[in-house]
Nanobody, 120 residues
């Protein structure tokens, strides 16, 4: 079955950096796009970054453009989120996601999430 396991979260000061990782298993990783979402307390889950199956196309939320970089290593079945110049408003639980489209229907798979806290 599809499994997504995030790691790399933690507490960091404003202006600092973190790199999140998401290890995937149970599906043909290189055939599917991957995304990072986040959810802050009291807010809806939002898309942070997206990367196509072979990494040729990426897209970012306006709030993180120029600060965050999504990448993937298809040989390691892992997607990354490099987060620089972190701000307190980046505090959230970050989730790895892969949308699978089969026979006209969509299934979203999610990891368990990793907490990122930006605070002095």
């Amino acid at each position: 079955q599809v499994q997504l396991v995030e790691s790399g979260g933690g507490l960091v000061q404003p202006g600092g950096s973190l790199r999140l990782s998401c290890a995937a298993s149970g599906f043909s990783f290189s055939s599917y796009a991957m995304s990072w979402y986040r959810q802050a307390p009291g807010k809806e889950r939002e898309l942070v970054a997206y990367i196509s199956s072979f990494g040729a196309y990426t897209n970012y939320a306006d709030s993180v453009k120029g600060r965050f970089t999504i990448s993937r290593d298809n040989a390691k079945n892992t997607v990354y989120l490099q987060m620089n110049s972190l701000k307190p408003e980046d505090t959230a639980v970050y989730y790895c996601n892969t949308p699978h489209y089969e026979l006209g229907s969509k299934t979203d798979y999610w990891g368990q999430g990793t907490q990122v806290t930006v605070s002095s």
